[in-house]
Structure formats: structure tokens, C-alpha cells
């Protein structure tokens, strides 16, 4: 499994201030161990190698007490990292920063780009695929919604 996923060159994962930058890395590992086809019970060995200085620290110090739990797999992981690197208030933060995105002055690439990244964090928001268009819709300027 470790040669497939060297092959399509999975990301490293290094602390940023930005959770963005870590859901980015979790759903992009996700693709991966879909294209490579890699069972649930080993995902969690083959992406820790993939962590790195403060991460990688954590899960030296942490892992072993962590991987014991019953029941532990990719999804306890992801929720065990979330809740170290980005705890609660800054999920907020970036759930209501999603709800306040205007597009302003920001081109509609910009706009869309920072509108799925920040969707993440706000999922009851933009629960169904009809919900997410008129949220994205209602964040675009009047300008553009009047078609001026």
C-alpha cells in the first residue's frame, strides 16, 4: 500500500494557523485512498507518515494511546487531529466567516475558490446541493445578481 500511495505523491501535513490548510490535506487523502484503493484498517498507518514537525510530534507522543481505543480508524483520527490543530472557537470562526462572505471585491474565481474552502466548516449551512447554490448566489454582489 505504502508504494501506491508514494506513487501519486501524497501531501505532507505541517501545522498552519489556517484549518483550512488541514481540511484541504484530510480531503485530498480521502481521494487517495480511493484511487489506490486502500483498506479502512491501515489508512491511518500509511497517513501518519505523512505528518510532519508539530503533527508528526503529537502523533509520536500521542498515537500510541490514541490507535488503542476500540473502534479507532480514519475517521477517529481525523477527529482526534481536528481537535488538537483547530479546536472548537476557531471551527466557529471559520463557520461564521462562511456565513458572512460577500464576494465584494474579489473576482467570481476568488469568490467561488473562497467559498468552497470555508463550506467546510459550515456544513448545516449548505446542507443539500439547492441550499449551497442560493448561499453562494446570496454572496454575490448586487451588480452581478442584477447582471450590470
Partial sequence: MFERLVK????????????TFLENWIREFEKLFEVVNCPEHMRVGQVVLHLKDEVDSWWRE?????????????????IALRWKF?????????AQEFINLRMGSMTISEYYNKFIALSIFAPDVVATE?????RFESGLT???QLGL
Fill in 8 to 19: 501519486v505523491k501524497p501531501p505532507y501535513y505541517k501545522r498552519k494557523a489556517d484549518p
Fill in 62 to 78: 500521542s498515537g500510541a494511546r490514541l490507535s488503542v481505543v476500540e473502534g479507532f480508524n480514519w475517521g477517529a483520527f481525523v
Fill in 86 to 94: 483547530y479546536p472548537a472557537f476557531m471551527q466557529k470562526q471559520k
Fill in 130 to 134: 439547492e441550499l449551497k447554490a442560493q
Fill in 142 to 144: 448586487d451588480e452581478i
